[in-house]
């Protein structure tokens, strides 16, 4: 069960593709959060504009915690953009698996785990293995 180089090509494509996907996807949700907190800055400074404006004591108090609370969202925000979003292993990596196992992949399901057998097995079979009344299988269904 090898693949041809052909189909190896579309493979390593579509891999390629989803990766720029992706990459595209994480770029625009940190566009997304940059947008929000030019918003939550602008709130703010509004706040601190009304703030200035009031002498009452108590429209003072609740306009400093609005103004805190939307402090503490720009830095939630900031830390969502600064966390790590690169994926856990490179492309050269990710290319390099998948040829290896599109190449063989009885090799990954031999050495590996039971998780990793199902898995392969559910990518080679469509649907489970259907039995009959005298455990016979049905081949046919599967392929």
Do not use: H
Not at 6 to 29: E, G, H, P
Not at 57 to 72: M, Q, W, Y
Not at 122 to 128: D, E, W
Request: hydrophobic share 35%.
């Amino acid at each position: 069960m090898t693949p041809t180089e052909n189909v190896l090509s579309v493979a390593m494509s579509m891999l390629s593709d989803a990766s720029s996907q992706r990459d595209d996807q994480t770029k625009q949700a940190k566009t997304a959060l940059k947008r929000q907190i030019t918003e939550l800055g602008k709130k703010q400074d509004a706040l601190v504009e009304r703030l200035i404006e009031t002498s009452n004591p108590k429209v003072i108090a609740a306009l400093e915690t609005k103004i805190a609370k939307l402090d503490e969202d720009k830095l939630r925000l900031s830390d969502k953009i600064t966390q790590n979003t690169k994926p856990k292993a490179s492309m050269g990596q990710i290319f390099e698996l998948l040829r290896e196992f599109l190449s063989n992949p009885w090799n990954i399901y031999d050495k590996g785990t039971l998780a990793v057998k199902k898995t392969i097995l559910k990518t080679a079979f469509k649907a489970p293995w259907p039995t009959t009344d005298k455990t016979v299988f049905e081949l046919r269904k599967c392929l």
